[in-house]
T-cell receptor
Framework: DGGITQSPKYLFRKEGQNVTLSCEQN?????MYWYRQDPGQGLRLIYY???????QKGDIAEGYSVSREKKESFPLTVTSAQKNPTAFYLC???????????FGQGTRLTVV | DQQVKQNSPSLSVQEGRISILNCDYT??????FLWYKKYPAEGPTFLIS?????DKNEDGRFTVFLNKSAKHLSLHIVPSQPGDSAVYFC????????????FGKGTTLSVSS
């Protein structure tokens, strides 16, 4: 089945450790996005990528890094520089020339 | 500063009645607008969209209205059903794929039977 897959669904890490969240899509979509959801904050854009080997910062990129080495993959690394990493992270993708973005099921990251 | 605003955090409606969710935006360069529905611990699912060349788009029970001069859009759900209870997000973008989708903070809709 075509879709966008985020793994794992739940992730626990100790404070100070970097952690990488996976996002894979087999929809042949050009653009991919990472959002963060906090209670009462809606979806805030972290990074997005329009094509392979290119990406742009969103509104809250500090403390995060991404790579886009393959069209189908857009991993997000939450570094120790991110002050409040505990959140629900959502990955999305969008086909060129279209409006709708498709979302994965999200990863709940908890840093203790 | 927020570019997409949903000023009502919550809305309660009785089953069968109309639900109206509102959204305002500040960036006049936005030309595509979308509504998403989200359940807890799941990804948002697309509901309906509208481009700035239209003022109305309808899909079954869902209708989106766009007032460009007021920089305002609304989602109407008629008739409302208990299964519609979820968080609804308004989103906007400049152009199509490749540009960022900017989301509002969401409105929690509760439909009682």
């Amino acid at each position: 089945d075509g879709g966008i897959t985020q793994s794992p669904k739940y992730l626990f890490r100790k404070e100070g450790q970097n952690v990488t969240l996976s996002c894979e899509q087999n929809l042949n979509h050009d653009a991919m996005y990472w959002y963060r959801q906090d209670p009462g904050q809606g979806l805030r854009l972290i990074y997005y990528s329009q094509i392979v080997n290119d990406f742009q910062k969103g509104d809250i990129a500090e403390g995060y890094s991404v790579s886009r080495e393959k069209k189908e993959s857009f991993p997000l690394t939450v570094t120790s520089a991110q002050k409040n990493p505990t959140a629900f992270y959502l990955c999305a993708s969008r086909l060129g020339g279209t409006i709708e973005a498709f979302f994965g099921q999200g990863t709940r990251l908890t840093v203790v | 500063d927020q570019q997409v605003k949903q000023n009502s955090p919550s809305l309660s409606v009785q089953e069968g009645r109309i639900s109206i969710l509102n959204c305002d935006y500040t960036n006049s360069m936005f030309d595509y607008f979308l509504w998403y529905k989200k359940y807890p611990a799941e990804g948002p699912t697309f509901l309906i969209s509208i481009s700035s060349i239209k003022d109305k788009n309808e899909d079954g029970r869902f209708t989106v209205f766009l007032n460009k001069s007021a920089k305002h859009l609304s989602l109407h759900i008629v008739p409302s059903q208990p299964g519609d209870s979820a968080v609804y997000f308004c989103a906007a973008s400049e152009g199509q794929a490749g540009t960022a989708l900017i989301f509002g903070k969401g409105t929690t809709l509760s439909v009682s039977s």
